[in-house]
């Protein structure tokens, strides 16, 4: 009896540390094939493939291999085409025309036969910000109107016409309305025309609707967190770190109903599940080596016909499980484990005058080392501390020598300085008092002469860095993602295909450069009077300054690659 006994705890003990060390999210990413491991948009065809879009190029994936297109493709009888490459929407299902896939593309609209394998493009007039499936057919929004794209016939039509100003990040549809979600709140336009149209949530930045089973409406904002519609009543689900009373983040980027009525959303820092039965809110954070995510932004989520959940992170490719079968366990993170953190994407690199090297990245604060490669300094973000880096999620640096401060930028936290001879911390966020300054979403920083130019949501500022006052640069293509300064101080960001040139000592004197080029400009980088401009699709664009002349360089005459992220000089 006892040795019987035993013989069932062996097993239990054997199953359990199989169970432990289970891979609960399977993983496809660029080493197997994926043209990018930002996957922002899923779909499935017809035929059963998965389809993935990402910041560069379409993916299809058929169970065994992943085929991409992107920039300048084949298409057949009509020679090239051009398909972009940043895919933000992908619609494949509940369409008259189940044999084409339907793609945002750098805010144009695609289709794809999947029969005759050749795009088509819908419409030529750009600035496509969303759309879905109604009654088989497309809506599309287009600025300020809402388009419907018959598949049958073909024609476009506008269906609905918005106020001016609208900005549309997301449509969504149910047997009774449509629901237009905007950057100043959500308009709900009744299908019968003797309702009137309602607006919820004015003021807030709309980045999905998603209509459950159930006929709740789930509310995700770009950066205030989730609200969840209930029988016509509104509440917000409060903000908890832990994710068992609410969310633990405020960016909620997608939704997904699982084959038991849970729903599952993505956000910032993670996936979370909301248990239909218990009415619980769960976070999933599995350590990557224990088999969870790759990534934990969350961008993209979808629900295929074995009932399997993808979700497409950041920069970790897509990550798929199932839900029913695969009991997902929940792990803690620790502070201290090293191992579970997603510190690994590498971003800007800066050295000192003491020779010490200073690293950025993304989700794992910044690091410091010296020649020998030992490590000085280590910083990381502390929960409800005010003295120390204030995000993890680090995306530009840059250096003060006369000072002898490391400027910071963070997404989410703002701009931090660093004094790193006093080892101390001062963060805009927090410490500086005036409404003059940029937010918590930092683009890029950069130092010129006795100022820090920083790039943000809310535009360019000037940081001067003798009286620590900002001034705001106008006129700056919005918020200037990408920039750079040449040794006169002419600042140069981009905006589609048009860089601008503007004088920071004279910020009146502008110029607009206009590339005709077909790819996303990706980094600029001036030097010696030229300016070097690395595209996504169209090669490389070398803008001689002085001369006022453009050289393009691309796999038809001296490049081999057409797409490049980033130049530097040694």
């Not at 009509?78 to 619609?91: A, C, E, F, M, T």
């Not at 449509?171 to 336009?189: A, F, L, Q």
């Not at 680090?394 to 400027?407: A, F």
């Not at 006093?422 to 940029?438: A, E, I, L, Q, R």
Request: with cysteine; aromatic share 14%; charged share 20%.
């Amino acid at each position: 009896m006892m040795r019987k006994l035993f013989f069932i705890l062996f097993i239990l003990l054997i199953l359990t540390t199989i169970k432990s060390n289970a891979q609960y999210f399977q993983n496809l990413s660029v080493g197997n094939g994926l043209s990018q491991p930002s996957v922002m948009a899923i779909g499935q065809d017809t035929l059963g493939r998965m389809w993935f879009g990402t910041r560069e190029g379409l993916n299809v994936y058929d169970g065994g291999k992943i085929k991409y297109y992107k920039g300048e493709v084949d298409n057949g009888k009509d020679g090239k085409l051009w398909i972009g490459n940043s895919i933000s929407s992908i619609v494949s299902e509940n369409l008259v025309d189940g044999n084409k896939v339907y793609f945002i593309s750098d805010f144009f609209l695609y289709a794809y036969d999947v029969q005759t394998e050749l795009f088509c493009k819908i419409d030529n007039r750009g600035k496509v910000t969303a759309m879905t499936a109604y009654k088989g057919n497309i809506l599309y929004a287009q600025r300020n109107n809402i388009f419907l794209y018959d598949l049958k016939t073909h024609k476009k039509s506008i269906y609905k016409i918005l106020p001016e100003s609208t900005s549309v990040n997301v449509i969504e549809v149910d047997r009774d309305n449509m629901y237009v979600g905007t950057t100043d709140g959500i308009i709900i336009s009744p299908f019968g025309a003797l309702w009137e149209e309602q607006y919820l949530l004015p003021g807030e930045d709309i980045y999905r609707i998603y209509e459950d089973s159930k006929h709740n409406l789930w509310i995700g904002t770009r950066m205030n967190g989730l609200y969840r519609r209930v029988n016509d009543r509104i509440e917000k689900i409060p903000l908890c770190p832990n994710g068992i009373n609410g969310i633990i983040d405020p960016q909620i980027r997608e939704f997904v109903e699982d084959d038991d009525g849970n729903i599952w959303f993505g956000t910032f820092m993670g996936l979370q599940k909301y248990d239909i039965k218990n009415h619980t809110y769960a976070a999933v954070n599995i350590p990557q080596y224990a088999g969870g995510l790759n990534h934990p932004s969350i961008f993209s989520l979808f629900k295929d016909r074995q009932g399997n959940i993808w979700a497409g992170s950041y920069f970790g490719g897509v990550n798929y499980f199932n839900p029913t079968r695969n009991s997902v366990i929940h792990y803690d993170y620790q502070a201290k484990d090293l191992s579970s953190l997603y510190y690994s994407y590498i971003g800007e690199m800066i050295m000192d005058k003491r020779g010490n090297l200073w690293i950025s990245t993304d989700g794992g604060g910044v690091s410091c080392i010296d020649r020998g490669w030992r490590t000085v300094e280590q910083f990381t973000a502390t929960p409800l501390s005010r003295h120390g880096l204030p995000h993890n999620n680090v995306k530009s640096m840059c250096y003060d020598m006369d000072n002898d401060m490391l400027y910071i930028g963070t997404h989410l936290g703002g701009l931090s300085r660093y004094d790193i001879k006093k080892k101390t911390f001062y963060n805009y966020s927090t410490d500086y008092k005036s409404p003059v300054m940029p937010g918590r979403i930092i683009h890029h920083v950069k130092k010129w002469k006795n100022k820090i130019v920083v790039s943000s949501r809310e535009g360019v500022f000037l940081l001067d860095t003798r009286s620590n006052r900002f001034t705001h640069l106008p006129d700056c293509f919005g918020e200037a993602m990408i920039f750079d300064i040449d040794k006169n101080g002419t600042f140069y960001t981009t905006s589609g295909n048009n860089i601008k040139a503007i004088s920071l000592d004279t910020p009146h004197k502008q110029e607009i450069i206009s590339l005709h080029a077909l790819g996303e400009v990706s980094h600029i980088l001036s030097v010696d009077k030229k300016l070097y401009i690395c595209t996504l699709g169209s090669g490389m664009i070398v803008y001689d300054t002085s001369l006022k002349t453009i050289n393009t360089y691309t796999s038809y005459n001296t490049l081999i690659p057409q797409h490049y992220y980033k130049i530097f000089f040694l």
